[in-house]
């Protein structure tokens, strides 16, 4: 089965089962500070899980395409990526609330519906004995989840192969801070791998060996976390569920690992073509950062020292490095990045109509770092000459770190082969200080958006369509929305533009703004279908 086959299959299932097919949101988050990219199917829903009524009903579905950060240091072993399809369906209110498109769903649909798509041969088909599931083992905020234990039991599952976990396994959300969270259920696949970290106990989900992969998470929103850290009962009650495209395809065909199908494959192979020394591990995090930083690009995301930019920057650069190890040429990565866009080229229009810019923005940003490189290597030979074997200085390894993008490993590496060592103290202090300074820049960024409500924050946040359409007046259609900021101080807007944009241009996109907002424009709150509302001019 490859990915185009698993989204169909997935998404006749669910509107086999009353759900309405919707599109996938872009990674830049609109409106929502908590989180910098779109990391799960629910992000763009949480308005809805709130309580506000979706126009497509109660239950949907779709593939969303998703960028994970938090991972990116397990990245390189069989399952993790820094870009993944998550496929997902939600049930939004309670089962006995219909709404004429479909009454919403709890535990027991959601779990029946979960097994009947991977076992059954007209779906999936996955053997019933190599699937394990784990569910919440409760604590002072939440209850044991015997109700779903009880449920898998009633599907087949053996008591033997449900396991009990606390909220670092088996909790999901708040997407940020605050907001809906819940206990959840995980599937587990059993590849047969032999586990090489058992310590008598009995492999099983939570060890990390590799054996057991996760590919389909059931959440139950039950709760909204507080400012204060308290859990309260939601209002509405909600099923928010994800299942991993690319590890269930692993499971599905039996492969050792993601990076063995269809949509990884051909890049891991041309990695083996281009260098002169293989070597696995590296070989996968080229291909995972350069696809992940191809896809960002597309969606509008340029390299920078900023935010979403800087991620894209941190995932070119590292990949760099990375060749330069393999003795790979630089043209590697643009050859990576054509092959990229032509994979995806059926599911994404937009990275074919960005293709030129894709490529153009990535070898600006290669040529750029090959300088950056050369200065830092300088640094650390300066570093080395004075210090000899006494010990490299930690401040100054973070800071080939966070300036240079020189990994921690690699600095250590290279000191181990000459019989020296990073100065861990100093490291740490160093990256203490950096941390605190970065917090307190998150939490002045983050106090606006959903977060903050105010009078004067909402205006800004009118404002900001009010500006994303004069822009589109003065610079042309193609100017589109990539992530906004708001404040009761200020708004900031992030949108697609090739170039530097002319003072004169500036003022008369001001000019718009102020004229449209002295006008007093009434505004008329209407729910309809989406091709409706584009035939009235709606572009978000």
């Known amino acids: 089965m490859n990915a185009e086959e698993l989204r169909k299959k997935y998404i006749e299932f669910f509107k086999e089962k009353g759900h309405a097919e919707i599109p996938s949101a ?17 992000h763009p829903l949480v308005p809805f899980l709130l309580g506000e009524k979706h126009p497509s009903g109660n239950r949907l579905v779709n593939c969303q395409r998703c960028i994970r950060t938090s991972d990116i240091e397990y990245v390189g072993d069989d399952t993790h990526l820094t870009f993944f399809e998550m496929l997902g369906n939600w049930s939004l209110g309670d089962p006995d609330a219909p709404d004429g498109v479909g009454a919403g769903y709890f535990r027991k649909e959601a779990i029946e519906w979960s097994w009947e798509f991977l076992t059954d041969k007209k779906w999936l088909g996955l053997d019933k004995d190599k699937i394990s599931v784990s569910v919440f083992q409760g604590d002072e905020d939440a209850p044991k989840d015997e109700e779903s234990a009880k449920l898998w039991e009633s599907v087949g599952i053996p008591k033997d192969r449900i396991f009990y976990y606390g909220k670092e396994d088996n909790w999901w959300g708040p997407a940020g801070k605050t907001g809906p969270c819940g206990p959840d259920t995980e599937m587990f696949f059993d590849t047969g791998k032999e586990c090489k970290l058992d310590k008598g106990s009995g492999c099983q989900p939570s060890c990390p060996c590799g054996r057991y992969v996760e590919i389909w998470n059931d959440v139950f929103m039950e709760y909204n976390k507080t400012a204060d850290g308290k859990y309260e009962p939601l209002k509405q009650k909600n099923i928010d569920t994800g299942m ?48 992940a930083a191809v896809i960002l690009i597309g969606d509008g995301v340029k390299p920078s020292n900023l935010e979403h930019g800087y991620v894209v920057r941190r995932l070119i650069r590292r990949a760099y ?20 866009i032509e994979i995806y080229s059926n599911t994404y229009k937009v990275l074919v109509e960005n293709e030129k810019n894709i490529l153009e923005t990535l070898d600006v940003e290669i040529n750029k770092f090959s300088k950056t490189l050369d200065r830092g290597l300088k640094i650390f030979q300066k570093e080395l000459e004075a210090k ?91 100017v589109e929305q990539r992530g906004s900021n708001i404040t009761e101080e200020r708004l900031r807007f992030d949108f697609t533009h090739p170039e530097k944009i002319s003072n004169d241009k500036l003022r008369r996109v001001e000019e718009i703004v102020n004229e449209k907002i002295k006008e007093e424009i009434p505004i008329d709150k209407k729910v309809m279908p989406i091709e409706e509302a584009k035939k009235l001019g709606a572009i978000g």
């Open 26 to 42: 872009s990674l830049i988050p609109e409106n929502d500070p908590s989180v910098l990219f779109t990391t799960a199917g629910m």
């Open 244 to 291: 991993g495209l690319e590890r269930t395809i692993q499971a599905v065909n039996g492969f050792e690992n993601v990076y063995e199908i269809k949509l990884l494959a051909p890049l891991m192979q041309l990695v083996k073509n281009e260098s002169e020394q293989h070597d696995e591990i590296k070989a996968r995090i080229i291909v995972d950062h350069i696809k």
């Open 321 to 340: 490095r990375l060749t330069k190890q393999l003795d790979i040429y630089n043209d590697t990565l643009l050859l990576l990045a054509r092959k990229v």
């Open 388 to 478: 000899g074997h006494q010990g490299f200085s930690g401040k100054v390894a973070f800071d080939l770190y966070q300036t240079y993008g020189f990994p921690k490993e690699m600095i250590a590496d290279e000191l181990r082969s000459l019989g020296t060592s990073i100065n861990e103290q100093e490291w740490q202090e160093a990256e203490q200080g950096h941390k605190k300074l970065s917090r307190q820049g998150s939490d002045k960024k983050f106090a606006g958006g959903l977060a903050e409500q105010s009078e004067k924050t909402i205006r800004l946040h009118t404002a900001t369509h009010l500006l994303h359409q004069a822009l589109r007046n003065v610079l042309g259609d193609h």
